[in-house]
């Protein structure tokens, strides 16, 4: 079945740090490809997508690009805040339904 | 726009009992999602409903998890009994149809099973 899988956590970078979170994928067909976010006390919310190869999904200065060659689809940003602190998640759904597979998640701390 | 509600926030209870939740999804989405996330992990889909239908069910534990969605609106998840393992974030989204890309997420219902 489909899977994904990023990397532990957590993650602690200084502000203005550069972010990189990897995340792989296994699925049949072409799926499309997301970040969600969860910021403490909040509910998921869609951080930024790709719904085919070599797209590039970019939102509040983060950007993640669809590397099918790979099956990944890694999550970056060039200078994380205090306020980017946070729970990323990365998922797919595959063509047929629309219901997500999730990684499971990578916290990131961000200190002054 | 009002986002996707869930009640209650928290819930404990002891095995063995049942329990409910509820998902009220954004006003005319047609698609609802019933997530299961547990501490540390990812959510995982439990059932989607298509308006009053079910679309997904395959990884709901039917012997003692069921879910409806009366006239495709509102929508109820149960668990009878309960074991120690459902303790777990209880996630509703929706989201516009099925084919809509995005889903727009409730904020959970924590329960524990004491």
């Known amino acids: 079945g489909d899977s994904v899988t990023q990397m532990e956590g957590p993650v602690t970078l200084s502000e203005e740090a550069f972010l990189t979170i990897n995340c792989t994928y296994t699925?049949?067909?072409?799926?499309?490809l997301f970040w969600y976010v969860q910021y403490p006390g909040e509910g998921l919310q869609l951080l930024l997508k790709?719904?085919?190869?070599?797209d590039k999904g970019s939102n509040k200065g983060f950007e993640a690009t669809y590397r099918k060659e790979t099956t990944s689809f890694h999550l970056e940003k060039g200078s994380v805040q205090v306020s980017d602190s946070a729970v990323y998640f990365c998922a797919l759904s595959d063509t047929g339904r629309r219901a997500l597979t999730f990684g499971s998640g990578t916290r990131l701390q961000v200190q002054p | 726009e009002a986002g996707v509600a869930q009640s209650p926030r928290y819930k404990i209870i002891e095995k063995r009992q049942s329990v409910a939740f509820w998902c009220n999804p954004i006003s005319g989405h047609a698609t609802l999602y019933w997530y299961q996330q547990i501490l540390g992990q990812g959510p995982k889909l439990l059932i989607q409903f298509q308006n009053n239908g079910v679309v997904d069910d395959s990884q709901l534990p039917k012997d003692r998890f069921s879910a409806e969605r009366l006239k495709g609106v509102d929508s109820t998840l149960k668990i009878q009994p309960a074991k120690l393992e459902d303790s777990a974030v209880y996630l509703c989204?929706?989201?516009?149809?099925?084919?809509?890309?995005?889903?727009?997420f409730g904020p959970g219902t924590r329960l524990t099973v004491t």
């Open positions: 699925a049949t067909g072409y799926p499309s």
């Open positions: 989204a929706s989201s516009p149809e099925a084919s809509s890309y995005e889903q727009y």
């Open positions: 790709a719904t085919k190869a070599d």
